[in-house]
């Protein structure tokens, strides 16, 4: 569950039993390895789909016991089977890897959930499956956390996904308040823009609320982990309300004082 995508999958945190890291790290290197086939260097739109498909080609191969000789592969085949994983989130991450190489707008905020529940609720649901939490309410609320902390990724990086060719604002909130991606394109921060920023980050804010009563039924050092994520997400949401949507001069942050405020607000939850 992150806010910057797979950049802060919980590799390394202190939260984490030490008995998971090595598997937490393993499912880390699978994610981040296909996500950057799908987005970095310079292989053609075919080249890439071609090695996601490889790649997904692999994961059947888990599941049917025939395993890859490749070290990423071996290694994520043993976690799988320690940890009884189920094979469909890490399908799923796939299959939006590929959508990312192929579909650069979104035609509406419903487009966007279903890309979200690919790229975002799999990671969710793949680390309750390592604590042991697989009942419907708990997959639910995560799947809300996850969806929430990738919206916010995208709102942060607006201007950054432009250079990428990419928008995921859904067109219909562009057309809604009046706005054209040659705005995105001019950086331009006017009254129509704040306003749709500010609508982009309530409602990621009610999706982390909606999901945030898993933090206390997750015992331990989860519920904990998951209460610093929540708290987190709703940190960046306060910052772009803040400069008023202005992504555009500075990516919002969080900084050394903000961690501690995350500290204070996850006890008081």
């Not at 990724?153 to 706005?179: H, M, S």
């Not at 006017?190 to 609320?209: K, P, Y």
């Amino acid at each position: 569950m992150s806010v910057e995508h797979y950049e802060n999958f919980p590799v390394a945190s202190l939260l984490m039993p030490a008995h998971l890291r090595p598997a937490v790290a393993g499912i880390y290197a699978f994610a981040r390895t296909a996500d950057d086939i799908a987005d970095e260097g310079d292989a053609s739109a075919p080249q890439r789909l071609l090695a996601l498909e490889q790649y997904d080609n692999s994961l059947r191969n888990i599941g049917c016991g025939a395993y890859n000789d490749l070290p990423l592969f071996k290694n994520l085949a043993a976690i799988i089977e320690q940890h009884h994983l189920p094979l469909a989130p890490f399908h799923d991450l796939i299959s939006a890897f590929k959508q990312d190489v192929v579909k650069t707008r979104y035609q509406n905020f419903d487009e966007l959930l279903d890309y979200c529940s690919r790229s975002a609720n799999p990671v969710g649901r793949i680390m309750l499956a390592l604590y042991g939490t697989t009942d419907p309410e708990s997959l639910r609320d995560s799947d809300a956390i996850c969806a929430a902390l990738q919206l916010i990724n995208f709102w942060q990086d607006i201007a950054i996904d432009w250079e990428k060719q990419r928008v995921y604002v859904p067109r219909e909130d562009l057309l809604r308040f009046g706005i054209s991606e040659q705005q995105i394109a001019d950086a331009k921060l006017d009254h129509a823009w704040t306003s749709l920023m500010r609508f982009q980050t309530e409602r990621a804010r009610n999706m982390l609320i909606t999901g945030s009563p898993l933090c206390k039924r997750l015992p331990g050092r989860i519920g904990w982990e998951l209460r610093l994520v929540v708290q987190g997400g709703l940190r960046i949401l306060e910052r772009l309300d803040q400069v008023d949507g202005d992504i555009f001069k500075k990516r919002p942050r969080l900084g050394k004082i903000d961690w501690l405020l995350l500290f204070v607000r996850a006890l008081k939850m």
